[in-house]
């Protein structure tokens, strides 16, 4: 090997695989999630005992639901099939016709792509449930932190991180899972502007082979296939891209006991700050009250931040002035 190909690392391999979810620590005790490192893993023998792995099929869901009224993330080529909750525009229409568009069964416009996410309490969710059974991890969990997500080829969730410990149940189709160290997140995201680190902005999609990934000390990439279950441990970057029609995952967290006030972590998700981030709030009054509770967790990224949410948001308000409120009520 010659000096310069020597220098190049490529430690990109797939997330170790386990079977069975981690066994919990006592009857009285939290599930032992992060005593596997903090890594993440692929979980086979749950989700493959799911009556949903195998019998949500178009012709099931639009017979079962099909009349009932959902919202679906609309997206498109220009976008790169990128759903990013707080920028994507939504669509009211019937399950059954998502469904059939998601499925590839009936498109009205093919250019268009949808990526629904039933939510908790929904008449769809609340009747789908009797398929698939939430996990007792020990660790607190909330139905709001899930969903059933249904997507189509080239949907993509943008590298971001996330609070909790994620469990990413794959029901129908292949999602290819790019996971990256959060001590690895500055370099990964060294070249992007401020919005997108901070999660206000779609970051671009990172091909599989882009460069930079050869420079992350921990890089996990794979395919997660059906009845496979993927843990996304706390604050890890992740993307994820669907690769055929007829998608279904269920996100599953539990909350972790993990500081967030560590500096390295992004920002952007950390305790209430999620809020702001992942809806697309503009009311003044409500931002410096969200900046100034979490005015501890900013150090040295407040500015940066505001300066990009003003931007992004188009906010009536400087950055300045933003600051010097939070400043003055915190
Ligand atoms: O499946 C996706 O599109 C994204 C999943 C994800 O980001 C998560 O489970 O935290």
Redesign the pocket.
């Known amino acids: 090997m010659k000096g310069s190909e020597s220098m190049t690392r490529n430690l990109t391999r797939p997330a170790p695989r386990i079977t069975g979810l981690p066994t919990r620590a006592s009857e009285a005790g939290p599930g032992d999630l992060a005593g596997y490192g903090g890594l993440p893993l692929v979980i086979e023998g749950v989700a493959d005992k799911w009556e949903a792995v195998g019998k949500w099929t178009a012709e099931h869901l639009v017979q079962r639901c099909g009349d009932e009224e959902v919202s679906a993330f609309v997206t498109d080529k220009s976008l790169q099939g990128t759903v990013l909750q707080q920028i994507n525009q939504k669509v009211t229409t019937s399950f059954g016709s998502v469904v059939k568009h998601i499925f590839g069964v009936e498109r009205e416009d093919p250019d268009r792509s949808y990526y629904l996410r039933v939510e908790p309490g929904s008449s769809v969710y609340e009747d789908l449930s009797a398929d698939f059974e939430i996990p007792d991890t020990g660790f607190e969990y909330n139905p709001a932190w899930t969903g059933i997500?249904m997507?189509q080829t080239g949907?993509a969730?943008p590298f971001?991180n996330?609070q909790w410990h994620?469990l990413?149940f794959q029901v129908s189709g292949h999602?290819r899972y790019l996971m990256v160290h959060p001590f690895d997140a500055p370099t990964l995201q060294r070249d992007w502007p401020a919005e997108a680190r901070y999660d206000l902005s779609r970051a671009d999609i990172v091909p599989e082979d882009a460069p930079v990934l050869g420079e992350l000390e921990q890089v996990y990439q794979g395919v997660l296939g059906p009845g496979e279950v993927l843990y996304?441990p706390p604050f890890w970057m992740?993307q994820?891209v669907?690769l055929d029609d007829g998608n279904i995952?269920m996100?599953i967290r539990f909350n972790t006991s993990q500081s967030p006030d560590v500096s390295l972590f992004q920002l952007s998700q950390r305790s209430e700050l999620r809020n702001l981030t992942n809806q697309p709030v503009r009311d003044v009054e409500e931002i410096v009250g969200f900046l100034r509770r979490n005015r501890a967790n900013f150090e040295g990224l407040e500015k940066e931040f505001v300066e990009a949410l003003v931007r992004v948001r188009g906010l009536d308000v400087t950055p300045e002035q933003l600051l010097a409120s939070v400043a003055e009520r915190g």
Request: aromatic share 6%.
């Open positions: 997500w997507g949907n969730t971001h996330d994620g990413l999602k996304v992740h994820v669907t995952s996100p």
